[in-house]
Each structure stands twice: as C-alpha cells, then as structure tokens.
T-cell receptor
Framework: DVKVTQSSRYLVKRTGEKVFLECVQDMDHENMFWYRQDPGLGLRLIYFSYDVKMKEKGDIPEGYSVSREKKERFSLILESASTNQTSMYLC?????????????FGPGTRLTVT | AQKITQTQPGMFVQEKEAVTLDCTYDTSDPSYGLFWYKQPSSGEMIFLIYQGSYDQQNATEGRYSLNFQKARKSANLVISASQLGDSAMYFCAMREGNDYKLSFGAGTTVTVRA
C-alpha cells in the first residue's frame, strides 16, 4: 500500500516563525503536492513537484515555498507564518503519466498560527 | 470561475438508504478525469472512484457509482445502502488533459443516521 506520512498531525506556531511541514512517500511516486483545506473552500493547491528539485506554483503559492531534494520527500515552508495561514495542510503523491492515476494523501497537519 | 461545484454543504441519510451527491464541472478540454474522495473525521483523503471523459460506461466501485452526464457536465456520486461508516465529507475533483493537478469542489458532508 502507498503510504504518505506527514511530520506532525497538529502544530501550533507563533506569528513570524519559520515553519517546516514535511511529507514523505514510500512508493517512488514522481509527483508530490501540497494543498491547504479550509471550510467551504475545499482543497486548494499551493505547490506541486513533478521531479526532484522541480516545482510549480499552484493556485495559492503566496507566502509559501517548497523544497524537494529527494524523490520521496517534499517540504512546505512558511517563511514567516501569519494567522491567515492557520489551516489544514494535506500532502499527496501520484505517479506521473496516465491521467487516471489518483493522488494518495497523507493524514494532514492542522496548523494553528497565533 | 469555479471548475468544480458541489452545491450541497451537508446531507442526512438514513442507514441502508441510497444517497446522491451532486457535482458539476467546467472545462473546455475534451480530455479530463473526474474523481471522488472521502474524508472521514480522521482527516485522511480516501480515493473512491474515477471516471474518464471518454469512458462509455458509468464507473462503479462496490457501493459507489458515478452518474456521469457529459452533456450536462455533471458527475454525481451515488452511495447505495448507506452505512454508519459512510459519514464523512466527500469531495469531487477534476484533472484536465495531461495536467497533474486536481481541482477540488468545496465538499459535501454526509451524516448517516441509524
């Protein structure tokens, strides 16, 4: 079974702190994604990566950056956390290629910025 | 413009009854895929079913079926014989062309009553 793990289930940070959210997948997937989930808005794509060191902006990249130094690991970075970044963050991975390949999701990290 | 629209924020269904979750989509790409995911209270997104735009038949997976009406651009999920464990949030999502990204709807919360 594909397994996508995220470093923390719950995280509380202060405004202005630098925050790292880590995601690891164990199925050699090429694609990895970071979403944020907010009530009434569904999931919105922040960044995705289709290969090591490759990244593309999603729909809401402002205030975030990412790093992919190894194929299995995709990190989301909040350079200076703000209260409007309080949200649930979901990581996902998928195979490259055929469009029918679904994305596999991690359990999510609920981040609170105070 | 919203690519995926789910108009039902919440629904109640009696155990053992069927429930239909609405999803409409908007794309000009002739090649696309439609996905449904389930998110229980634990937070992890679980893939349920997939329908490709060129598929001739409606997709089915166990108690889940997808009512695909291409001309109306709708892809409703039908859950038959509802169980208490079906209580969750359900998301409709779309991938267009060869894009790796998914666009998600706002989700529908289903509560199954005993």
């Amino acid at each position: 079974d594909v397994k996508v793990t995220q470093s923390s289930r719950y995280l509380v940070k202060r405004t202005g702190e630098k925050v790292f959210l880590e995601c690891v997948q164990d199925m050699d997937h090429e694609n990895m994604f970071w979403y944020r989930q907010d009530p009434g808005l569904g999931l919105r794509l922040i960044y995705f990566s289709y290969d090591v060191k490759m990244k593309e902006k999603g729909d809401i990249p402002e205030g975030y950056s990412v790093s992919r130094e190894k194929k299995e690991r995709f990190s989301l970075i909040l350079e200076s956390a703000s209260t409007n970044q309080t949200s649930m963050y979901l990581c996902a991975s998928s195979l490259r290629g055929l469009a029918l390949h679904e994305q596999y999701f991690g359990p999510g990290t609920r981040l609170t910025v105070t | 413009a919203q690519k995926i629209t789910q108009t039902q924020p919440g629904m109640f269904v009696q155990e053992k009854e069927a429930v239909t979750l609405d999803c409409t989509y908007d794309t000009s790409d002739p090649s696309y895929g439609l996905f449904w995911y389930k998110q229980p209270s634990s937070g992890e997104m679980i893939f349920l079913i997939y329908q490709g735009s060129y598929d001739q038949q409606n997709a089915t997976e166990g108690r889940y079926s997808l009512n695909f009406q291409k001309a109306r651009k709708s892809a409703n999920l039908v859950i038959s014989a509802s169980q208490l464990g079906d209580s969750a949030m359900y998301f409709c999502a779309m991938r267009e062309g060869n894009d790796y990204k998914l666009s998600f709807g706002a989700g529908t919360t289903v509560t199954v009553r005993a």
